[in-house]
């Protein structure tokens, strides 16, 4: 199927729209509690629960809808000074860091979570962005909790790898150590004016390749789901960009997608969700709660992993981007 610009645009345009309207209902806006600010990390499940990394992209949604008329640029400019404020004063912070899951209302930790470096970073880069847009004390503010992140702490020395995550309770896990979502970590690692890290922890992860259906050297992620591609360039325009390995982030998640939209089609027998106008794998609610939909080249077994559930958001997310890529004037595939 393919759709004329304008079907696309309206697609776009609605999706976009839909996902501003989440950011703006799913919120805290009781100032008379502590977790002002703070974003539900899903709904209607644990309508007290929220995600650090859910504030980190209402942040951009408050410049959407700034952008688009859908919010006043007082509102919205609100709403960011007296969110940061919250991680500023009354969010429990270690080293810098947050803890994954919060309660809404009194911006206390949930479920013995993790203090998460991942999640800390997708709100930090969320906070970096509106500093840049309003400018002023916002700035300050998103300057000052980027400047209190003390990275080193968080590296593994031994291994010259970020840890996966900590806990009061039983210390530091796991690592990240091949390619996933957490390319931001080591901007933002490296470039910090306070607590920077050496650069050559971006060279001390795994790259592993592998061929999909005639996709060559695709560095995949451990669950192939979309998001991992996709996250750190919601941030961080890589385009035309290379490391000096040659390393071209940008082309690898379009290498990646044409995988996943590859494997729907291969595997359209297995589930007949699955087709060449329907696929998208990636992480999101399905009937058994939240999975990590995925698709090859991956190192899960992806029979167990998957269930037929298809994202929208998985296609539509990476569509507008491979668009101006190809400098598309009239129609897209979706």
């Known amino acids: 199927m393919r759709l004329?610009?304008?079907t696309q645009e309206k697609i776009l345009q609605k999706e976009l729209k839909g996902c501003f309207q989440f950011f703006n209902k799913e919120i805290n806006l009781d100032k008379q509690t502590d977790g002002y600010g703070l974003i539900r990390d899903k709904s209607p499940y644990h309508k007290d629960i929220a995600s650090i990394a859910s504030v980190g992209y209402s942040f951009a949604a408050l410049i959407i809808g700034v952008e688009h008329g859908w919010l006043s640029y007082?509102?919205?400019y609100d709403r960011a000074n007296k969110t940061l404020d919250t991680f500023l004063y009354n969010i429990e912070e270690?080293?810098?860091?947050?803890?994954?899951?919060?309660?809404?209302?009194?911006?206390?930790?949930?479920?013995?979570?993790?203090?998460?470096?991942?999640?800390?970073?997708?709100?930090?880069?969320?906070?970096?962005?509106?500093?840049?847009y309003f400018g002023g004390e916002i700035k300050k503010k998103a300057d000052t909790l980027y400047d209190r992140i003390d990275w080193e702490w968080y590296r593994n020395k031994q291994t010259n790898q970020f840890y996966m995550g900590y806990t009061k309770e039983k210390g530091f896990w796991g690592s990240w150590d091949m390619y996933g979502e957490q390319l931001?970590?080591?901007?933002?690692?490296?470039?910090?004016?306070?607590?920077?890290?050496?650069?050559s922890i971006y060279e001390d992860f795994e790259k592993k390749k592998q061929d999909y259906k005639g996709i060559r050297d695709i560095i995949f992620t451990y669950c192939g789901t979309l998001f991992t591609y996709q996250f750190s360039h919601a941030w961080i325009d890589f385009r035309n960009t290379k490391d000096k390995n040659g390393i071209d982030w940008f082309e690898n998640s379009v290498k990646a997608t044409k995988a996943n939209r590859e494997y729907c089609i291969q595997n359209s027998n297995m589930y007949k969700t699955y087709s060449e106008n329907s696929w998208g794998l990636t992480a999101c609610v399905g009937p058994d709660g939240y999975k990590s939909y995925g698709?090859?080249?991956?190192l899960v077994d992806l029979?167990?992993?998957?269930?037929?559930?298809v994202t929208p958001c998985g296609a539509i997310r990476i569509d507008c981007i491979y668009a101006r890529r190809n400098n598309a004037n009239d129609e897209v595939c979706i």
């Open 303 to 309: 029979t167990v992993e998957n269930d037929g559930t």
């Open 184 to 199: 931001m970590l080591y901007i933002l690692s490296v470039a910090s004016k306070t607590h920077p890290v050496e650069i």
């Open 74 to 76: 007082e509102k919205a």
């Open 295 to 298: 698709a090859k080249p991956c």
């Open 94 to 132: 270690i080293h810098g860091f947050y803890y994954h899951f919060i309660n809404m209302r009194t911006a206390k930790r949930e479920w013995n979570c993790e203090v998460s470096i991942i999640d800390t970073a997708i709100f930090i880069c969320g906070a970096l962005t509106i500093g840049e």
């Open 4 to 6: 004329g610009k304008c």
